[in-house]
Nanobody, 124 residues
Framework: QVQLVESGGGLVQAGGSLRLSCAAS????????MGWFRQAPGKEREFVAT????????RYTDSVKGRFTISRDNAENTVYLRMNSLKPEDTAVYYC?????????????????WGQGTQVTVSS
């Protein structure tokens, strides 16, 4: 089992920045592919970013490329999502997820463990 706890969400003005953190416990973190997903009110959950075990591979959805950066610290069992130039359309609950397969995936169903989510609200 893996427990994931997100933090760092909040209210920010458009153009601002936030850094989300996700602390993992219960399994060797360095063997987990990690991802961030988000769900806005009335919308389907969507992929945001993913990172490989050792951080050498990352993927992003097109709408956040150049603005968001996913990273991880295996010594701290934590994955981060740095979000810059935030837009009102980035408003959503952001979820951290862990995948036990070795290939980073953008498909939510490939992830085995999920956090409870953290709210990000971007005002215009």
């Amino acid at each position: 089992q893996v427990q994931l706890v997100e933090s760092g969400g909040g209210l920010v003005q458009a153009g601002g920045s936030l850094r989300l953190s996700c602390a993992a416990s219960g399994r060797t973190f360095s063997r987990l592919v990690m991802g961030w997903f988000r769900q806005a009110p009335g919308k389907e959950r969507e992929f945001v970013a993913t990172i490989s075990w050792n951080g050498d591979r990352t993927r992003y959805t097109d709408s956040v490329k150049g603005r968001f950066t996913i990273s991880r610290d295996n010594a701290e069992n934590t994955v981060y999502l740095r979000m810059n130039s935030l837009k009102p359309e980035d408003t959503a609950v952001y979820y951290c997820a862990a995948e036990t397969r070795p290939l980073p995936s953008s498909v939510g169903d490939d992830y085995d463990y999920w956090g409870q989510g953290t709210q990000v609200t971007v005002s215009s």
